[in-house]
């Protein structure tokens, strides 16, 4: 009598101890290590500031993340401080750390509307400025060559209405930049995946369509294009459908691109609704976002522009309401926010 019941109690600690030690591996279990098993890049932007002074940020992203993009340290504004000189000293400590840490890392971006103050006011001639693009090009992915897997080549170059943007280097070398910095891109890295990247191109619109014929003549025409980014800066006023995300991407791939998510955040203001509910439904959006993706053989890559709330690039853009927005899938105390588990949740 007395063994049975001994007998009980010690299974029935087991079975207790089971039980705690299940509910531990579910919490403890990363994106990170579901990403790996579908074969997917999980990622977040890193900033140089924080990384260089924060180790909690930098344990967040080893231990979250499978991926990182260099959020600012590559543009040509933060590399080039004066004609002729490079400073590759922030950008190579943030690569050095990814690859210790085997995060992949994507490069961005290469060409922009953003260029630094002495070159947009130097007396350039049109033939000096193509060739300083060039050489900023080819310099900076021959130094990172075989370690970065994708490079935003190309940033942002349409508007709504799918023209050209009336940017510096339409201005100065014409609509040939694009491809060119392909090209130069290529020359440079045999390799690596070369990507144009963008906004509100994961809705179908006049934007989308242009950009996508132009890029697919582009490459029918022998330029090394691999992929389209969608930046995805979201926010909950805006609705939202899957299924057009789905339409969207479909049309990208069958074009013969991949589709990388490249920049998601969702903000959580404008909405009467309270907190709660409203990080509920952020939660439901970045999951919804996460099956498309995760369906779309194409879409291998979904990453999101910040690795926590404070590091929010909206907490310097948009300071009036950056309090409401917490759009990234940890919170001000680096916790997992509701999210982050609808991710997860789908993941499985
Ligand atoms: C933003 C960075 O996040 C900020 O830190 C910086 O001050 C400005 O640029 N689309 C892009 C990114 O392609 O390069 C931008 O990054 C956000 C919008």
Redesign the pocket.
Known sequence: MKQNRLLISVILGLLVAGGVWWMFQQENETIRSLAEDHSLLFGT?I?YQPFSEDPEYLSLIKNEYNAVTI??EL?MEIMMPEEGVYDFKQADEMIQFATENELSIRG??LV?E?VPWWLENGNYSNEEITSLLKQYVQTTVERYKGKLYAW?VV??AFDADGNLKDNFWLRHIGPDYIALAFQWAREADPDVLLFY?D?ENDVWSPKTEATLSYLTSLRDSGVPIDGIGL?M?LDLANDFDPEELQDVMNMIGQAGFLVHI??LDIKLQHSGEDIETKKKKQADRYADIMGVCLENVKCDTYTV??AADPYS?IR??DEASADQADPLLFDHELKRKPAYHMIKEVMK
């Open positions: 932007a900033r959020e600012n543009k961005h971006t922009w953003r935003d940033n942002e990247n906004y930046q800066h490249t920049e522009w910040g690039w310097f853009t």
